[in-house]
């Protein structure tokens, strides 16, 4: 099926991209024993990098802003990954892990919880409308054609997690809670740990770590607020949709045993480790078994069936729903079928190809089976006129070339993922990062591979082994839920004399500079928030929400101003020049 081309909408202040400004850190507004939390304040902005390791000489291609001259765009699109919307109040998420995070142990299951977690739907909501906002991709003026995401959408395999996401990109209500109206989480004064940031107060058992060891602000009511229903208005532009280990498995790990099953629509919440854990096995104890770390100390909750566990099937038929652009959002009669959540989808000019990356035998990273591997071959000689055989013989199969961008969760340095089969048409094996990579490389017509995962800004070449200026740009774009929050326009231009040019350019959420007194500056290491004070940037106060979000996830410790998760610049913006596979002007 192809995407709508869409006119492009007008906006009186399109928002600035980060070719005009950047976010760091700004003034210290409260001081812990160990760190000192930062507001934001805007910084100048970062020029297009033009990287040349596939296309050496492709300088000359360069502008004055660092982009191309005379492109014509064939392809916009926005790479969205990685918000992790999450349920706060599930008796399922183990967050008393974080209290381990020390240990090296848990490496692989820290961290559960995050200080903005709550915040999360309201900073989705302001990307979203920062990308309804954008008229054109800045260097080949083409309208955005598409969003595309790369999975992890949710953060605990859960129903209620997922109609919140729809909602959000689809446009609805917003539905921050589950279980009783009172907020029952692990950010309440009352929850028994000192290892979570409590905006509300000190809470049973002292001041919090985060306020007094990294400074983090008292902002009685927050969590209240931010769990409050809330409209959205979803996106203006079609979107592809992708799954994620997150969409399948318990904290993106476990998998969802009938045990945890049950405790995920039960009452009661484990809020310690229980004795006789063997923490030298914890991780592999927890992809198999999760519900062994339900055995500690509990405290009720209100139960919720809407919090019920999902299955790969279960997320591709939800995306299904009345006013769908596209139908299904890229999945197929196909996927509906036979479960299975890779598919192809066809542009103007290009050729999408999403891949299901996930392994639901458990643990966090990727595999594929043989069975995707031989669907994505067939995929790729649909839209190639040649291709090489794995000996390298060349076979010229009479179809129309088309350019072709693969999605997935996760990127090849994450297909580590060697956890038995995943179940396929045959039962067949999985297959190795190395094996998919030579797959690949026989496909010239393949340009970009765009995935998520790491939470980190990455953008790497994979060169072919044997042809100079042959291969693929891979392209891994950082988390919403996390510092620096961000999204990335993605564009693919025709540059003349036989060149292409990948322009990639980071996107954040237009919210505030500044927060309001309340919240950041003067009265946030001691006062209250008030009502009025999250309602003044938007109608429904998600502005401000989104904002303080975005601050949160500057200021935590291990994944804030300091962390790697930005990337340098050259993982940013940047213009990739790769050679034209086929002759453009015969093609398009």
Known sequence: MSAPHLPAVGFATPPPLTLHRTWGGGEIVRTGREAAYRQLDIGGGEAHL??????????RWRGAAGSVRGVRSLLCLAHVTDLQLADVQSPARFEFFNREFADPRFRDLVP??????????????????????????????????????????????????????????????VRGRSGAHRYEGVQSVTWPDDVFWRPDGAGPAGEDLFRAHNGFPHLPGLI?????????????????????????????????????????????????????????????????????????????????????????????????????????????EANRRTGTAYYAYDTEHVRLVALDTTCVAGAADGALDVDQVRWLEERLVEVHSQYETPDGTTVRTGHDDRLVVLFSHHGLDTLTNRRGVRPGVDGSDVVGAPELLRLVHRFPNVVLWLNGHTHT????????????????????????????????????VDAGEGMLALACTMVDHDSPQHLTGAWSGGMAATGGIPVQATASASPHGQVDLAALHRELAANVPWAGLDSPLAGTVADRNVVLPIRAPFPLTRAY
Do not use: Y
Request: charged residues 25%.
């Open 112 to 173: 559960v919880q995050r200080p903005q977690e709550a915040l999360t739907a309201h900073a989705v909501d302001a990307m979203l409308r920062t990308l309804n906002r954008i008229d054109a991709g800045p260097v080949g003026s083409r309208p955005v054609d598409l969003v595309v995401t790369t999975g992890d959408a949710i953060d605990n395999a859960q129903w209620n997690e997922l109609e919140a996401f729809l909602a959000l990109m689809d446009g609805g209500v």
């Open 224 to 332: 209240a607020r931010a769990l409050d229903d809330f409209p959205s208005a979803g996106l203006r532009v079609p979107w592809l949709a992708c799954f994620g280990n997150h969409e399948a498995l318990i904290q993106g790990v476990g998998v969802v045993t009938p045990e945890v099953e049950a405790a995920l629509v039960g009452g009661l919440k484990p809020t310690r480790l229980p004795p006789g854990i063997d923490l030298d096995r914890a991780v592999e104890i927890f992809i198999s078994g999760s519900h062994a770390f339900l055995g500690g100390d509990d405290r009720p909750v209100t139960p919720d069936p809407s919090r019920r566990p999902i299955t790969r099937a279960e997320f591709v038929e939800a995306h299904f729903r009345s006013g769908a652009r596209p139908d299904g959002h890229g999945f197929t």
């Open 50 to 59: 033009l990287r040349d390791e596939l296309a050496p000489g492709a300088s």
């Open 457 to 492: 800004n990455g953008v790497r070449p994979r060169p072919h082994p044997d042809r100079t200026g042959a291969g693929f740009w891979e392209v891994t774009t950082c988390a919403v839920v996390d510092w620096p929050c961000q999204t990335r326009i993605v564009e693919i």
